[in-house]
């Protein structure tokens, strides 16, 4: 069985299920199956399913320079999968705070806009991450063209809000954000150096 073969029959599915086990361990958690979820269920949720979509954000940006440094171009086919759990990781986390949280309530959900608008910041990551998701497809990439990798180099801008979102939730602990924070300045100094490279 040849290494392609072998990703597609043995690892992507292996790789699938890993991506899902902090969903099902929230799941679990939810119904008291594998822990609890604190004093604050909801406030637990949104924390785990933001940090999760933080996380695969970072996964999915550190694919490229990670195939470059070790020369194993096969990571290349896990990155649609890695950006594809982020989007989904972070709707889950809007979800968590639109129906959990505000109830579906429209003045609930004003109100806290208002008075939070990092919010806000967060909703549009959100909106960037969805359109990211719908041209994700290999017939969507050849009929955008070359607009497809303008469109999907915004994943760094999303990279960018989801930490502003989170540092500016967190106000004063802020040494979680802050290591999402060397990360991100870590890989977009490496984007930013192999352009730099390429371009001479």
Known sequence: MDTLTQIRLIWKPLVFLACLVPFALVAGDTFGI?????ANPVEE???RFGNWGLRFV?????VTPARRITGWNWLQRFRRMFGLFTFFYVALHFLTWLVLDQGLLMSAILEDVVKRPFITIGVVALLLLVALAATSTNGMRR?????????????????????????????????EPMIYAVILAILLGARIAHSRRWGQ
């Open 34 to 38: 594998t822990g609890r979820l604190g």
């Open 45 to 47: 949720i949104l924390d």
């Open 58 to 62: 970072m996964l999915t940006l550190a």
């Open 143 to 175: 009929r955008l063209g070359k607009r497809w990798q303008s469109l999907h180099n915004t994943v760094y801008l999303i990279a960018i809000l989801g930490v502003w979102h989170y540092w500016w939730q967190v106000k004063l602990d802020t040494f």
